[in-house]
C-alpha cells in the first residue's frame, strides 16, 4: 500500500479513450485503473462515444464523462477530395475543447477538482486553460512525442508547450531528444516516467490451439512476433527484411512471422513481403484487440521490434512481462530495458543482417530463449510495476498542491 499521500481530487481530459486503440488509450486506462484506489475521486472527461462505450464506461473504478462536439464531416470530406490544405483537425480539436471546458467547470462544483491532468499536447492545452479558469494546477502527461512522427508535429507541440506551460510535464519516455526539449521549456518541472504493466495479466502462458490461426499451436513451428502498429515508425520494411534474410540465408522452413497492427503501411508491407518472397511465411493479422494480446505472446517464440526511432514501448515491455525474449534495434531508450544477451538482444538500428543472426540465434538455441525470457520477466516485476509508477505520479501531485499553498 502506498501511503504518505492526500487523497486527491483528479480530473483527467482524454481527447482518445476507450473504446479507441493504441498504447496511449491502453496505458491511460490501465494508469486510471491502477491509480484509483488511492485518489479521493477520479473523473475523465473524454470525446462522446458510441452507446456501446457508454455501456462499458460504468464497469471503471472512476467516473467517465462524454461530451459532444462538433466533427466537421463535410470539411473533411471536402479536404480529402481537393482541398489539401484545409485545418479540419485544429476545428474538430477546438470544438472538442470547448466542450470539455464547458463540462469541466460544471463538474468543479460537484467535486472540487485538486488537480487537472491532461493527456497529450492537445487535451493538456485545455488542461491549462481550465487551471487557469478555476486556480488549480494544471498538469500535462506527454505519451512520447509526437515528433517521433513528423517534423511537423513535433514544432507544433512545442509551441503549445510554450504558450500553455503546464503546472508540471509528466513524460512517458520513449528515450527521444524531445526530454531535452521539455526540460528546456519547463526546466525543473518535467517528470519521466515509464510504462507500468500488469504482471498478473502478461505472465507466461502455455502455447494452445484456440482456434486462431494465428495462435494456435497445431503445427510446431518457430514463431516471430511483430505486435506494433504499421506505422512508418515502427519500421515494419526493416522487421519483414530481417525475417527474409533469417529464412533465406539459413534455408528455414519451419518458422513464421505473425505481424500485428493496423495502419497506412498496410497494403506497402504486404507487397514487400511478396518481394522479398517470404509471403508464405508471414501472416498479417490486422488490428488486435489489447485483451487478447497475451494470447499472441504465449503463441511466439520471439518478439521483434524494429523502430529506428525508439523501441521503449509497451508491447516490447509486455512481450518480456511474458517471458518471451525480444530481439530489439537499440534506439532511443532501448538500452534502459533490453540489455544485450541478458533479457534480450539488442541490435545496432538499420542492421538487418545483425537482426537476422540474432533470430537464428533463437530459432537455434532454446536454453537461450529460457534464459532471455526469465532475466526479462524478473526485469519487469522489479523495474516496471505499476506501484512504483504511481508512487512517482502521487509525489507530482504532492508538489504541485504544495506550490500552490
Known sequence: ???????????????????????????????????????????????????????????????????????????????????????????????????????????????????????????????????????????????????????????????????????????????????????KILKNRVTVVCHGIDINKFSPGARGADGNPATGSAKKLFTVLSPHSLAPVKGIEDALKAFALFVHQNRVTNARLLVLGGGRLRQKAEALAGSLKINNYVLFCGAVEHSKMPAYYAACDAVIATSLYSNMNRAVQEAMACARPVAVFSSGGTSMAVKHNHNGLAVEPGNNPEMAQGLLRLYRDEGLRRRLGFNARKFIIKKRNWQSRIQVELGVYRACLNVRV
Open 1 to 183: 500500500m502506498i501511503e504518505g499521500y492526500p487523497k486527491t481530487n483528479l480530473c483527467r481530459i482524454m481527447f482518445d479513450f476507450y473504446p479507441g486503440v493504441g498504447g496511449l488509450v491502453v496505458h491511460t486506462l490501465e494508469l486510471c485503473n491502477q491509480i484509483s484506489p488511492y485518489l479521493n475521486s477520479q473523473v475523465v472527461i473524454t470525446a462522446g462515444g458510441s452507446g456501446a462505450a457508454a455501456g462499458n464506461d460504468d464497469s471503471f473504478p472512476f467516473q467517465v464523462y462524454r461530451v459532444n462536439y462538433t466533427k466537421f464531416r463535410l470539411l473533411g470530406k471536402l479536404k480529402a477530395k481537393a482541398v489539401r490544405w484545409l485545418p479540419v483537425a485544429p476545428l474538430v480539436n477546438l470544438s472538442l475543447g470547448l466542450s470539455v471546458l464547458k463540462k469541466l467547470k460544471k463538474l468543479d462544483r460537484q467535486y472540487s477538482f485538486d488537480i487537472i491532468q491532461g493527456h497529450g499536447v492537445n487535451a493538456g492545452v485545455v488542461a491549462t486553460i481550465a487551471g487557469w479558469v478555476l486556480q488549480k494546477p494544471a498538469v500535462w502527461m506527454m505519451h512520447g512525442t509526437s515528433g517521433a512522427y513528423s517534423k511537423t508535429s513535433g514544432v507544433y507541440e512545442s509551441l503549445l508547450l510554450r504558450l500553455f506551460k503546464p503546472d508540471h510535464l509528466l513524460v512517458l519516455d520513449d528515450g527521444s531528444p524531445a526530454v531535452k526539449n521539455f526540460r
